[in-house]
């Protein structure tokens, strides 16, 4: 049994996408995540659809890598599409299945929201596509260095980041091979009820737990080895800059926003 991981996998491309400062990239995405969100309509979901396909062809990243990466949440999707058409009960009924009933209105829900969010799923996933670990750890230890001048932990609070994206796949290997080794020692994690599959994954879990910890241990002293005193005097191998290109990346973020109010608008 493998566990394969692609969620937050970097993808190598010379786009225009990945060539922008990793800031700007990071607010792009917040700003479009908060406008797709506020879809509620056809036409807004029509240009949020437009725009997100516009920024996937511009990164270069296949449309394959993309599914990929978010093939964890298409259960959830599956889940919501269900929910909305089963209890959304505004407008005139168009299907009963026994105690249930399917309305315009569910169908619209189910429609407009899994779209919606499967649309935010894209757009959360080429941020981790097109930026590397070190230059997300980059972005985030600059956007949070302000704190660092009231006393608090800005640059802590980014290598902590920087270190749960390290380990993900490193933790995603070790339960791989505990599963592989507990499977050989006749662990059975596919058969019965729900309550012994729930049980069998507890050694794994105590398994896991105790390989974090040892990680967390090492690096702790490889820390302390190297002297290591947080962010005091630190400086980067690679400098960011805001140039044009972050401009017009901007410009589009905002036309995306103004875009949805107009649809709003129209709709």
């Known amino acids: ?3 394969r991981i692609s969620v937050g996998q970097y993808f190598a491309a010379d786009s225009p996408v990945h060539r922008l400062d990793a800031r700007v990239k990071l607010v792009c995405t917040l700003v ?8 509620s309509s056809l036409p807004q979901l029509v240009v949020a659809a437009v725009f997100v396909a516009g920024v996937l062809a511009a990164a270069r990243v296949p449309a394959g890598r993309v599914l990929a990466s978010v093939r964890p949440l298409l259960v959830f999707l599956a889940v919501l599409s269900l929910f909305n058409l089963v209890f959304v009960r505004a407008g005139d009924v168009v299907a009963v299945l026994g105690p249930l009933s399917i309305t315009e209105g569910g169908i619209r829900a189910a429609a407009l929201y899994t779209a919606r969010f499967a649309l935010a ?11 590397t670990p070190t230059q997300l ?3 985030f230890d600059r956007m949070l260095s302000p704190l660092s001048r009231l006393g608090l932990p800005g640059h802590e609070i980014a290598m902590v980041f920087s270190l749960m994206m390290r380990f993900v796949p490193t933790l995603a290997d070790e339960a791989s091979a505990i ?5 050989l020692r006749g662990g059975a994690f596919d058969e019965g009820g729900p309550v012994q599959r729930v049980r069998s994954i507890v050694p794994v879990v105590v398994a896991l737990l105790a390989s974090g910890l040892r990680h ?7 820390l302390d080895a190297r002297c290591y005193e947080g962010g005091a005097g630190r400086t980067h191998l690679h400098e960011q800059r805001i ?5 017009v990346a901007m410009a589009l973020t ?3 926003v103004v875009l949805l109010a107009a649809a709003a608008l129209v709709a």
């Open 121 to 131: 799923l894209v757009t959360g996933s080429l941020i981790m596509l097109t930026t």
């Open 137 to 139: 750890a980059d972005a």
């Open 243 to 247: 140039g044009a290109r972050e401009g």
């Open 1 to 3: 049994m493998a566990l």
């Open 216 to 222: 967390a241990d090492g690096l702790s002293r490889a």
């Open 32 to 39: 479009a995540l908060v406008a797709i969100f506020c879809v």
């Open 179 to 183: 599963i592989d080794a507990q499977s």
């Open 254 to 256: 905002l036309g995306l």
